[in-house]
């Protein structure tokens, strides 16, 4: 059974929903990284860059166990290794795939991230960084949308693409974006989200998720943004 190192984060969806819609079983160990639980020895022996989400397999290529960071690589994995699902065998279907995963990746993660913290998070108001970054988030959204009056999925079908993508969309109000200014997107946004299996993949540690509202302070401020984030200590 493939072990999922896990906290509710877009990037910890994503393949928490890639696992439900592959009909695999998992075993979900929470990574609280507001405690700092992604610094310790036993973690980083797995993810190396001290991030969610990681997995690892018992049963990997060959036979032999791998363990794996990067959500982008994992969820290349895993679509490999249980039948090419979401992923299409064909070279060109699954570099249409590819690309919009890496559009996600380089682009929609970094950039809404960033939206959320300057709007958010930000220990004090930064009008540059939050204009710069409200606007790129509107980019993207357009890029997105665009892209969806073309297609019913970005990559043609359903893929690990949309599954990637949908989790850093449902904090559109974060990045200072109205949905519904986007029409090819929202009916898109609806139709993931009303999958089953997204609905689970969602629901993991849900338990967990704080929904106060309020900006992390003291320890849990050091773990995520402060110095700890890029000291390990």
């Known amino acids: 059974m493939i072990d999922l190192y896990f906290w509710s984060?877009?990037?910890g969806y994503k393949v928490s929903i890639l696992l439900e819609e592959l009909g695999t079983a998992y075993n979900v160990i929470p990574i609280h990284i507001g405690k700092?639980?992604?610094f310790k020895p036993d973690f980083l022996k797995i993810s190396p860059n001290n991030k969610i989400p990681a997995i690892f397999d018992p049963d990997g290529p060959n036979g032999e166990p791998i363990a794996m960071f990067e959500s982008g690589a994992i969820m290349l994995y895993l679509a490999e290794k249980f039948g090419w699902k979401f992923l299409p065998q064909s070279m060109r279907q699954r570099y249409e795939v590819v690309q919009w995963l890496m559009f996600q990746m380089g682009g929609v993660g970094p950039m809404l991230g960033q939206a959320h913290h300057f709007r958010k998070y930000a220990p004090e108001t930064i009008e540059y960084a939050i204009d710069r970054y409200t606007k790129e988030a509107r980019r993207l959204y357009t890029v997105i949308d665009r892209r969806l009056s073309e297609s019913e999925y970005l990559a043609g079908e359903y893929s690990?693409?949309?599954i990637a993508t949908y989790p850093w969309l449902r904090a559109h109000k974060w990045q200072g974006q109205d949905i519904a200014e986007f029409?090819?997107?929202?009916?898109?946004?609806?139709a993931v989200?009303?999958?089953p299996a997204v609905q689970r993949g969602i629901a993991v540690l849900?338990?967990?998720?704080d929904k106060s509202g309020a900006k992390p302070a003291g320890e849990r401020w050091n773990n995520l943004f402060g110095?700890?984030?890029?000291t390990g200590r």
């Open 9 to 11: 984060t877009p990037n």
């Open 227 to 230: 110095s700890k984030q890029f």
């Open 160 to 162: 690990i693409a949309d």
């Open 206 to 209: 849900e338990e967990k998720v």
């Open 36 to 38: 700092g639980d992604q």
């Open 193 to 195: 989200r009303e999958r």
């Open 183 to 190: 029409p090819n997107l929202q009916r898109w946004y609806s």
